[in-house]
């Protein structure tokens, strides 16, 4: 049996902050892994980051480029002061970077954060820039998490992340259903200069239904295409937020309406993946929102779903953290990253670009 020590740093679209987590891997001859959590951390952003990085898309090639390095030097210390934290040893370091652009219908996306800067802290390799291979591919570059979740969790659940977006997995089939955090925060930070988030959900809870709001949020026509598909910011900017701001200006019933929205999409997408009747674990921020989980137990109960309450807090928030560990072992090892029944590419690929320490004299797994 072999035995890594990989480090994954995942910020969402979110941009609620960034996740660490180191974990132990273990692997049999035929691939079959198991792994345990040896440290995590959540780090969140400062507002010149959000600031920078909410509007990088934006600006300037000049900006563009110094944000990339910035970044890549800013992720670099803070995963070099997390080994020093928790005293680690890592085998290798897996990054997903921050997601600027993800439009692969044009054949591109862009995770920023350097690779080669932010490796001149460590003292093994570094993995980043998981997805633009895949889209090379004819790919959508995402949903990456199922191939974590087929190896390292079990096989007959249902797996919904509740993020910037919703992402949903059944075997080898995922696709994002929906906009999440990243338009709850969105409203909340728009009407409230005092708070970032709606807290446990409350805010949703005390409005009402805008059915016209939600009909007309019904009808965009990422809702009605197959999957394989994915979700960006350029999206929501452009589609999702125009009708939200031609609707009710009480931002508690726009709340209301969008978790009600959010919960009958994820409801849809398990009809789409002939999952009925199957536990389903839930994860990423969204998970503590009382009110949205409360209106997904509602929604998906007609299909006879449960939703396994068993995982821990630390991998509630940190599973797609510790996905990306993953991925990171798995192309340092030259084996794929990616499933084409989920990405739509023309082939499983590693999908990753190797970075070696400054120092040299380093062999890859």
């Excluded at 003292?123 to 990456?144: E, H, I, T, Y």
């Excluded at 708070?195 to 005390?206: C, I, R, V, W, Y």
């Excluded at 590419?345 to 970075?355: D, F, K, L, Q, Y």
Aim: charged residues 20%; hydrophobic residues 40%.
């Amino acid at each position: 049996m072999k035995q890594y020590q990989g480090i994954g740093l995942l910020s969402g679209t979110s941009m609620d902050g960034l996740d660490i987590v180191c974990c132990s891997f273990s692997e049999k001859e035929n691939e079959e892994y198991s792994f345990e959590i040896v440290a995590s951390q959540h780090l969140p952003f400062e507002e010149k980051w959000l600031a920078r990085l909410k509007y990088v898309m934006s600006q300037n090639a000049e900006t563009y480029a110094k944000t990339d390095v910035y970044f890549g030097h800013w992720l670099g210390q803070q995963v070099k002061a997390f080994i020093e934290k928790y005293k680690l040893t890592p085998d290798y370091v897996a990054s997903h970077g921050q997601t600027i652009f993800h439009q692969p219908h044009k054949s591109f996306t862009a995770q920023i954060g350097d690779g080669e800067s932010m490796v001149s802290y460590l003292n093994c390799p570094l993995v980043s820039n998981f997805r633009n291979k895949d889209v090379a591919l004819k790919g959508q570059g995402a949903p990456l998490v199922a191939l974590g979740e087929k190896y390292l969790f079990p096989s007959d659940h249902i797996y919904l992340n509740l993020g910037g977006f919703s992402n949903i997995t059944f075997g080898e089939r995922a696709f994002d259903v929906s906009p999440c955090n990243i338009v709850l925060n969105y409203i909340v930070k728009e009407f409230l200069e005092d708070q970032d988030f709606d807290d446990g959900g409350k805010l949703a809870a005390s409005g009402s239904l805008d059915a016209e709001l939600l009909a007309a949020l019904n009808e965009l026509p990422y809702y009605h295409q197959k999957f394989p598909k994915t979700l960006g910011w350029e999206w929501v900017r452009d589609e999702f937020l125009p009708i939200l701001a031609d609707k009710s200006p009480e931002f508690t019933k726009t709340l209301h309406t969008l978790v009600v929205h959010i919960a009958q999409h994820i409801a849809q997408a398990v009809v789409e993946l002939e999952a009925h009747n199957k536990p389903m674990f839930i994860t990423g921020g969204g998970r503590h929102n009382t009110f949205l989980l409360e209106k997904i137990t509602e929604a998906v109960a007609p299909y006879r779903v449960s939703i396994d309450r068993s995982l821990s807090d630390e991998m509630v928030d940190f599973k797609e953290a510790i996905i990306f560990a993953f991925l990171g072992l798995r192309v340092l090892t030259g084996k794929a990253t990616t499933l084409p029944s989920t990405t739509g590419a023309s082939m499983a690929a590693p999908c990753g670009s190797i970075h070696l320490p400054a120092h040299g004299g380093y062999a890859i797994l």
